[in-house]
């Protein structure tokens, strides 16, 4: 049993690949994780996408065959040299293997990365299930090859998640032939060159789509009820075999060039055509364009996954048929509904705390990962977050295009490590050098945290989790131009200390960087302290420990009492013992000082340094 990401790294290992770098992202994370596990092969965590994307671009040039790994945003960052190369070409295979968020799980847009195959003129497959996966990644490699064309394989969270059977095979030999040739007509894009290249390039597409003409991922189910036959391709395959499983289905693998005539054909087979295609209506409007009649968004939804339930009625309203009521598998109704939160103890819980107490004089610019979260309720303390890095970019602009009305607010702005390390740095260093006035903070917990805890420059670590060298983000604050009196590190769980800092950096009208130094609860380097206990006849009902976030402070008892002639809502807390990590920081928010360590603390050098 496969997921369709262990599969991705099983078939690139089997077709010999060399390199394999990605940047971290739901759903696409696993990839890389997995291919660690290969030997015979060099698998990197990057920076970002686009460092990633050229590095495989390298190895590929080169002459091996190498994959680069990303979530569809990162396709973004990765655009340029993946517009870039297209015209260049490579040596060895190249798969860039993106994993589109369909339905936004964990993603700030759901964008369909079928869009840069035609955007890059890069041809797309897109597989279904896990075996698919593993068959199409194989694939890839060659059709990559015998192109010389970077090759875009298309997931989505269903296909890279779920598990299903996967036979596999042998791992073939890496490239050992060939090597890189000197070749600057190539390989150095200039402006005449990549003149040059334009036409080879339309020529390739122009094969390319033969190719799709005749490729066995592209086949034709012959169904019985000839009434709609569907065009789809990647899991709405699933879905609608699913859903109509004795209709015609026309199944895309190499989506992209579509193969118009296999189409025409399957068209002309059927009473009615249905484009089945999960996020973008991309492929029907080709077909449109061809001539080929058929409908798709105008009556499926242009988000989200086209499930049975989805299909289904649809179907039957586009055949004028009664709307079936389907019986759901399984009702979202009886799940207890758990906003998102952050974890017990989270070193971020102090920050978001500090901040919301500062809340009427700041406007705080946010960004991807964990810290997100800090929009949410109890915290309310984030006003912005667009993209991985944008924090940092944002405030500047924030400070210099404040209205009269934000004049006396202060502009903070937070990032996580790996996102300063991804995409921040350049954003510090437009901030200093255009004189900004914004107080930023590094909140450094020492991994990625919001995927799972993958490594990167800053952690000391490389993606096998072996010594790598580790980056001293005081210093590089300081080259970036931040003056050394302006740079601080401080622990989150002593929140007096970050809050005076706060304080005083906000009021100072140029760049200030704040980092905070606790490591993610979820990895080895968080150590637990002896958990805390409220003292029920000590506690007050005033919750105002419960405005830390933390998930281990739990409501015992609420009451309505009388005070100053008005109602006021009382909260009683429990601390859920199993899940507290005694990090201490519900403590400082207790006037009455009803919450104690339960057993005295061991006093190491670290819980010393946190509470004194
Ligand atoms: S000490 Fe308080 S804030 Fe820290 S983990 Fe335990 S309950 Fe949560
Ligand atoms: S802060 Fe202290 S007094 Fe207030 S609810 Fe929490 S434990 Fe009780």
């Known amino acids: 049993m496969m997921s369709g990401n262990e599969a991705v790294a099983r078939a690139a290992w089997e077709s010999g690949l060399a390199l394999a770098s990605a940047y ?10 997995e291919l660690t596990q290969y030997p ?15 590095v495989a671009i390298g ?14 945003v990162g396709v973004n960052v990765a655009a340029d040299p993946l517009m870039s190369q297209s015209l260049a070409g490579v040596v060895g295979g190249l798969v860039l293997v993106v994993a589109d968020d369909v339905g936004l799980s964990s993603s700030q847009n759901e964008q369909d990365t079928r869009f840069w195959g035609r955007f890059a003129h890069i041809p797309v497959m897109e597989p279904a299930d896990a075996q698919e996966a593993f068959e199409m990644t194989k694939a890839a490699f060659d059709l990559s090859e015998k192109f010389e064309t970077i090759v875009i394989l298309r997931l989505t969270t269903r ?5 299903s059977l996967v036979t596999v095979g042998e791992r073939r030999p890496p490239n050992s032939e060939g090597g890189f040739t000197y070749d600057p007509n190539r390989w150095v894009l200039v402006p005449s060159t990549a003149k040059r290249r334009l036409p080879l390039q339309a020529e390739r597409e122009k094969a390319l789509k033969a190719e799709s003409e005749s490729s066995p991922l592209n086949v034709v189910e012959q169904g019985s009820d000839k009434r709609v036959g569907f065009v789809t391709s990647g899991p709405g395959y699933l879905h609608v075999k699913e859903s109509f499983p004795d209709a015609p289905v026309l ?19 059927v009473e009615r055509l249905v484009v089945v295609e999960e996020t973008e209506k991309l492929l029907e409007t080709e077909l449109k364009a061809e001539g080929i009649g058929c409908t798709g968004k105008d009556i499926l939804p242009s988000n989200g996954e086209l499930a049975p339930e989805i299909l289904i009625p649809a179907i039957a309203k586009f055949l004028g048929e009664p709307v079936p009521v389907r019986k759901l598998a399984h009702d979202s109704s009886l799940v207890f509904p758990r906003p998102p939160t952050m974890c017990v103890g989270c070193p971020h819980l102090g920050v978001y705390y500090t901040l919301s107490k500062l809340r009427r004089q700041v406007t705080i610019s946010g960004d991807i990962g964990c810290y997100t979260l800090g929009a949410l309720h109890p915290w309310k303390a984030l006003d912005t977050t667009t993209c991985m890095g944008a924090s940092l970019t944002m405030a500047l602009g924030l400070d210099k295009g404040r209205l009269p009305k934000d004049a006396d607010k202060s502009v903070v702005a937070v990032i996580g490590d790996s996102t300063f390390l991804h995409m921040g740095i350049q ?20 991994t990625v945290g919001m995927t799972g805890g993958q490594d990167h420059p800053g952690t000391g670590k490389d993606a096998y989790g072996m010594p790598a060298p580790k980056v001293d983000f005081i210093k590089l604050i300081e080259a970036l131009g931040v003056k050394p009196e302006r740079i601080h ?3 989150p769980y002593m929140m007096p200390v970050l809050f005076k800092t706060l304080k005083d950096e906000m009021a100072i009208p140029e760049v200030s960087v704040i980092i905070t130094d606790q490591p993610c609860v979820l990895i080895e380097d968080h150590q637990r302290f002896a958990p805390y206990t409220v003292i029920e006849e000590a506690c007050t009902g005033c919750g105002n420990c419960l405005k830390t976030g933390c998930p281990a402070i739990l409501v015992r008892k609420r009451e309505t009492v009388a005070k100053n002639g008005k109602d006021q809502e009382l909260a009683f807390v429990d601390i859920d013992i199993s899940g507290c990590t005694g990090c201490g920081l519900c403590t400082e928010t207790c006037g009455p000082d009803a919450i104690k360590r339960m057993m005295p603390p061991t006093k190491t050098s670290k819980e010393a340094q946190a509470h004194g």
């Not at 190895?59 to 569809?72: D, E, H, N, T």
């Open 24 to 33: 971290p992202g739901t759903p696409s994370t696993e990839i890389l994780e």
């Open 40 to 54: 015979d092969l060099n698998a990197q965590w990057a920076v970002n996408e686009k460092v990633a994307l050229e």
């Open 59 to 72: 190895a590929a040039v080169a002459g091996s065959r190498s994959l680069a790994a990303m979530k569809q």
């Open 159 to 163: 296909v890279c998640h779920v598990k």
């Open 251 to 269: 199944k895309l693998g190499l989506s992209h060039p579509a193969p118009f005539e296999i189409i025409r054909a399957f068209a002309g087979t």
């Open 427 to 446: 954003g510090l260093l437009n901030l200093v050098y255009n004189k900004g006035n914004a107080t930023v903070l590094i909140l450094d917990n020492q």
């Open 489 to 491: 590190k401080i622990n």
